[in-house]
């Protein structure tokens, strides 16, 4: 493309609040054939809600636990995190994150820390393997359709259960139609599990082309890696956890980043709104430019 079509393209994302940083990112744009997407904040709002809190063992009441868990939570910057805050407090329950101790986060699992001398991990099935224990113990009750479902551990004993809900965004499923419509091949990439991933791709009317759940922020990084053999592959994240697969895909395109953070934020293409109909429009915008001679 010229420099003025390049110049004039990049103005006009920039207005509609798409950061594309440098005339290559636009080439690679207007070429992309396969569109990664994340799902917690990304496809969807990464507003949880708690839907069940359960302790399951007799010793722990459960405003015991949910002060636990949500001074633990208080470290975190995950969208989990200040649902079961919100939630705590909804229960008169105030967190403390004075009281908590050696906190450690493990993407994609889940978090740890220690408070009035228990080892608490929390997190999906993958932390158990953390706190020691062989296997994860299906729990009736709280598997609910879509869900996000989350495990508490005390050392390798599971004393409690939780499960959060989560909705699409406004114009999620339209802009994977979009994209599809376009001749790209669409994807979802989760740390989240399988049945919350296809609730997801429920509501988005089944468009997805691939789903993958239950991955971990490398194992995410490995499968772009496999898609950038068939062509120009670009991932969308929220930033928590995604930043291997960002940095793997030949455009990685940030969300929800603002003020302080944009300075330091590694994204190619930044995208300033949560609208990822942003993104179909992007590659249109990419296209067009590319095409333009004068
Ligand atoms: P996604 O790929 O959908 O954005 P993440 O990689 O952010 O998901 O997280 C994957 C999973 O790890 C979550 O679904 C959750 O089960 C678990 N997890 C991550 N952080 C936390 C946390 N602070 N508290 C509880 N669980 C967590
Ligand atoms: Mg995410």
Redesign the pocket.
């Known amino acids: 493309s010229t420099p003025v079509a390049t110049f004039c393209a990049l103005t006009k994302a920039a207005s509609s609040g798409l950061l594309i940083k440098g005339a290559d990112y636009l080439e690679v744009l207007a070429k992309v054939k396969v569109m990664a997407f994340?799902?917690?904040?990304?496809i969807t709002r990464g507003e949880f809600v708690v839907s069940e809190f359960q302790s399951l063992s007799e010793e722990i009441n459960s405003n015991t636990l949910m002060y636990w868990v949500s001074s633990i939570?208080s470290k975190?910057s995950?969208?989990?995190?200040a649902a079961?805050i919100d939630y705590g407090r909804s229960l008169s329950v105030e967190p403390k994150p004075e009281s908590v101790e050696d906190y450690q986060?493990f993407?994609?699992?889940?978090?740890y820390g220690k408070i009035d001398g228990e080892e608490i991990y929390?997190?999906?099935r993958?932390?158990a393997l953390r706190a020691g224990c062989e296997t994860v113990p299906s729990v009736e009750g709280v598997k609910k359709e879509g869900s996000?479902?989350?495990y508490i551990y005390s050392g390798a004993t599971l004393v409690g259960v939780f499960g959060l809900s989560d909705a699409c965004r406004t114009g999620a499923a339209e802009a994977v139609k979009e994209l599809n419509s376009m001749g790209i091949k669409t994807a979802m990439?989760?740390?989240?599990?399988q049945a919350?991933a296809m609730h997801t791709q429920q509501q988005l009317g089944n468009s997805l082309e691939v789903v993958h759940s239950e991955?971990l922020?490398e194992d995410?990084a490995k499968i772009i890696t496999e898609f950038k053999k068939e062509g120009p592959t670009a991932m969308v994240?929220?930033g928590?956890?995604?930043a291997p697969a960002l940095a793997t895909a030949n455009i990685g395109i940030s969300m929800g980043i603002s003020g302080s953070a944009l300075a330091t934020e590694t994204g190619h293409v930044i995208l300033m709104s949560n609208d990822i109909r942003k993104v179909p429009a992007a590659i249109k915008l990419a296209r067009k430019a590319h095409w333009k001679v004068i």
Do not use: C, R, Y
């Not at 994340?38 to 990304?42: A, I, N, Q, Y």
């Open positions: 994340d799902k917690t904040g990304t939570e975190s995950h969208p989990m995190a079961l986060n993407p994609g699992e889940g978090i929390i997190g999906n993958k932390i996000t479902i989350g990439l989760t740390g989240d599990n919350s991955l922020p995410k994240g929220d928590v956890n995604d």
